[in-house]
């Protein structure tokens, strides 16, 4: 049983659990993308897999306020009694040039992270009595981790929205530390909205989830192609003896075990990596983030609401 939403259920760590999760008895399944083929070829899979014919397609770009608005449309047509678990997992690692998505952010911090807080933020009404949020985040927001990508560098929110624009630096490394950066968020949020749920007295647990290093996923999709061969051919052989280096197999089980409740936790806000629960790190509790983070992303969502309402009442 459950309802379950997976952004970015096309591929890599989504699709393999959607492929889980929809073998589930009873589960009803939403997986999301930007492309309806690909998205409605994928169910098509997952149905003939598990037999379950409760799975959907909703298109949805995370780069675009609209599609967001569009797509609680389209999940109110469905009709379902509420959501169990929603999984914020699409993500992109974007190194070149900078791009901004269609309301200007810049397109890491815009698609990582402000198209799931206001996804999170229109789907909370439709969550059920002790539901789930996951925001699937990483390792390499956490300094002590030493995973080869640069630190996060998280000085305001609004700068990581509208960054100065130079035409010379190095895009590798600033691509790179906008995706740790974007994934700081991602826990910087999660904190923020149990704080919100505390204070309104809902139930629904909200956690973040690393899912340790998944190599052969669409992630590393912007690299130049030598990379990419690397990351598809080389890097998997290192899933069989490195901790913290899974298929997305490996990491979809654990992350239906959390969403499952089943791994001896009974409150499961959070931050979990594959191997269970651990701490963030220490930039990750800071509140004053926290809060700036929380209050930039809620004004522009206003903003962008209020837009629209004015408009539609021209
Ligand atoms: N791979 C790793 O080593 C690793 C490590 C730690 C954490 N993670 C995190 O795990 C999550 C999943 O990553 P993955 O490795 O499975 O990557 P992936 O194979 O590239 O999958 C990313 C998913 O996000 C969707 N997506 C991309 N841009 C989007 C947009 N603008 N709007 C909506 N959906 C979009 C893609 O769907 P379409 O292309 O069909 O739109 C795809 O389904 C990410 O949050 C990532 O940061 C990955």
């Not at 952010?105 to 999170?120: K, P």
């Not at 995706?179 to 923020?192: G, P, V």
């Not at 204070?199 to 690299?223: K, N």
């Amino acid at each position: 049983m459950g309802n379950y939403i997976i952004t970015g259920g096309t591929k890599g760590l989504g699709f393999a659990t959607a492929q889980l999760l929809a073998k589930k008895k009873g589960a009803k399944l939403i997986i999301t993308g930007r492309d309806s083929k690909t998205g409605l070829a994928k169910v098509h899979q997952l149905q003939v897999q598990s037999g379950n014919t409760n799975i959907h397609f909703i298109k949805l770009d995370l780069g675009d306020f609209e599609s967001i608005s569009s797509f609680l449309g389209q999940y109110k047509r469905l009709l379902w009694d509420g959501i169990d678990a929603l999984i914020n997992n699409a993500g992109i690692q974007y190194v070149s040039p900078t791009r901004y998505t269609e309301q200007g952010y810049e397109l890491t911090f815009g698609v990582n992270h402000m198209g799931h807080f206001f996804l999170t933020d229109l789907l909370m009404p439709f969550m059920n009595i002790a539901s789930t949020i996951i925001n699937v985040a990483s390792g390499v927001h956490n300094p002590r981790l030493k995973t080869g990508i640069p630190n996060p560098v998280y000085t305001t929110a609004k700068e990581l929205a509208f960054p100065e624009f130079n035409s010379k630096k190095n895009w590798r490394k600033v691509g790179q530390t906008r995706y740790s950066t974007s994934k700081l968020c991602n826990i910087l949020h999660t904190y923020r909205l149990a704080r919100e749920f505390a204070s309104e007295g809902m139930d629904t647990s909200v956690v973040a989830f690393d899912p340790g290093m998944m190599p052969g996923t669409g992630l590393a999709d912007d690299y130049p192609a030598y990379i990419r061969w690397i990351w598809k051919n080389i890097l998997p052989i290192r899933t069989l003896f490195t901790n913290r280096i899974n298929t997305p197999r490996q990491s979809a089980g654990i992350l239906v075990k959390l969403i499952e409740g089943s791994m001896g936790i009974t409150n499961k806000t959070g931050y979990f990596y594959v191997g269970g629960e651990e701490k963030s790190s220490t930039q990750s509790y800071d509140e004053n983030l926290q809060e700036d983070l929380w209050l930039f992303s809620l004004d522009e969502v206003n903003k962008f609401r209020f837009a629209k309402h004015n408009q539609m009442t021209k």
